[in-house]
């Protein structure tokens, strides 16, 4: 099956500790984005990725960390720099232009403890 | 930065009626897409339309753009329970790379 897969589904963290969350895609996408959601509010971005060992920050990269040495993968680190932390964070990838469609992965909810 | 506004925030109706949510957005795009979004899940995209079409179809979805007024709206034909959910608009821009920007969004609940 072709798609996009975010992982852990739920992660807690200790104030001053980095975590990465993983987001891998089998969908031979060149773009990737990482998106952060808080309680009903809509999506923000925070990093994306149009090609391999490339990116860009979004809106609210501040706190927030990526890389991109394989296409299929573009984990993202929230730093002790990143204040408040706790959100849902959504992984989406697309074929590379802004007429298509973005795939999104399950979503990983962060809580700091 | 949010382009996008959706209205209305939420939207209660009962199962089998239409339910209407609009979206407006401040400059020029190049196209505007509809996702729909269950509690704790992702996104699944529902439908793209470009800036120069004025109407576009899918199943019991029907989307409607007007440039003029910077405005789109999306109907739901005979709404079911399934149907609940938030639904955000996300618009693309001309020589914005591939970025599209989302809004808030619309909580639909579909009474039974």
């Known amino acids: 099956d072709g798609g996009i897969t975010q992982s852990p589904k739920y992660l807690f963290r200790k104030e001053g500790q980095n975590v990465t969350l993983s987001c891998e895609q089998n969908?031979?996408?060149?773009?990737m984005y990482w998106y952060r959601q808080d309680p009903g509010q809509g999506l923000r971005l925070i990093y994306y990725?149009?090609?391999?060992?490339?990116?860009q920050k979004g809106d609210i990269a501040e706190g927030y960390s990526v890389s991109r040495e394989k296409k299929e993968s573009f984990p993202l680190t929230v730093t002790s720099a990143q204040k408040n932390p706790t959100a849902f964070y959504l992984c989406?990838?697309?074929?590379?232009?802004?007429?298509?469609?973005?795939?999104f992965g399950p979503g990983t909810r962060l809580t700091v403890l | 930065s949010q382009q996008g506004e959706e209205d209305p925030q939420a939207l209660s109706i009962q199962e089998g009626e239409n339910a209407t949510m609009n979206c407006s957005y401040k400059?020029?795009?190049?196209?505007l897409q509809w996702y729909r979004q269950n509690s704790g899940r992702g996104l699944v995209h529902l439908i793209l339309?470009?800036?120069?079409?004025r109407e576009k179809h899918s199943g019991r979805l029907r989307v409607t753009l007007d440039t003029s007024k910077k405005s789109s709206s999306l109907l739901i034909t005979a709404s079911r329970a399934a149907d609940t959910a938030s639904y955000f608009c996300?618009?693309?821009?001309?020589?914005?790379?591939?970025?599209?920007?989302f809004g808030k969004g619309t909580r639909l609940h579909i009474l039974p």
């Open positions: 989406a990838s697309s074929s590379g232009s802004s007429y298509n469609e973005q795939f």
């Open positions: 969908l031979n996408h060149d773009a």
């Open positions: 990725s149009q090609i391999v060992n490339d990116f």
């Open positions: 400059t020029s795009i190049n196209n």
């Open positions: 339309i470009r800036s120069n079409e």
């Open positions: 996300a618009t693309g821009f001309m020589n914005r790379d591939d970025k599209i920007i």
